[in-house]
């Protein structure tokens, strides 16, 4: 069966050092691969989106792979600060293919990273 | 730029009564999605609607679920006697159409928190 996965559910990290979340994905062919930040009491808010044939992406301090042999993504916030205390979803696309824009985003269930002052 | 609108934030309704949930897209707009996220559970996809057209209800319950999107106004989620197990936080997402940019990113609303006693 189609499965995509976020291995924590919750992560536990020390203000100024590097969060790692991982995202993995069974059964999916996914053209590309979005992460999205959510608060509490919050709808998810976009952050970045890596295509199949891009191996890194960055965004000021964010940073995201994607290993498509290892069916996995890994999420990185670098010098972590209270205020990146969130949820963090991964959702795929199912039915998009390259090139071309799809609808149904598959969520994982979240990854709820608590940076410690 | 407004972001997507939804309201009411909070409903509360006691079994057997009607839910109607609206959405106002993003400005320039014209695809709308619904999600739902039940407790502990990850977002999972319900419907995609353009200006008067359901495109995939998929995800959708056959019963008691519907959806519609007028060519004027905001498009609008209805459950008929909702059930305690309606009780979810729905978020609605908007996208722009496919040639100014593609539908890969979805703008999400603050979500409604739908409560049934």
């Known amino acids: 069966s189609q499965k995509i996965e976020q291995n924590s559910e919750a992560l536990n990290i020390q203000e100024g050092k590097t969060a790692t979340l991982t995202c993995n994905y069974t059964?999916?062919?996914?053209?590309?691969l979005q992460w999205y930040r959510q608060d509490p009491g919050r709808g998810p808010v976009f952050l970045l989106l890596?295509?199949?044939?891009?191996k890194e992406k960055r965004k000021e301090r964010l940073k995201v792979t994607f290993d498509t042999t290892l069916k996995q993504s890994l999420f990185h916030i670098t010098a972590s600060q209270p205020a990146d205390s969130a949820t963090y979803l991964c959702?795929?696309?199912?039915?998009?293919?390259?090139?071309?824009?799809?609808?149904?985003?598959?969520f994982g269930k979240g990854t709820k990273l608590s940076v410690i002052p | 730029n407004a972001g997507v609108m939804q309201n009411p934030r909070h409903l509360v309704r006691r079994r057997g009564q009607e839910a109607r949930l609206r959405c106002s897209p993003m400005?320039?707009?014209?695809?709308v999605y619904w999600y739902r996220q039940l407790p502990e559970e990850g977002l999972k996809f319900m419907v995609y609607?353009?200006?008067?057209?359901?495109?995939?209800e998929s995800g959708m319950p056959k019963e008691r679920f519907s959806a519609e999107f007028p060519k004027e106004g905001p498009s609008i989620l209805r459950i008929q006697q909702v059930v305690r197990g309606d009780s979810a936080a729905y978020f609605c997402a908007s996208s722009p159409p496919l040639l100014a940019g593609g539908q890969e990113t979805q703008y999400f609303g603050p979500g409604t928190r739908l409560l049934v006693l």
């Open positions: 959702a795929l696309d199912p039915f998009a293919y390259s090139g071309a824009g799809s609808y149904q985003l598959t």
């Open positions: 059964n999916y062919s996914p053209a590309y």
């Open positions: 890596i295509r199949e044939n891009e």
């Open positions: 400005k320039g707009h014209s695809h």
């Open positions: 609607l353009q200006k008067e057209n359901i495109i995939d």
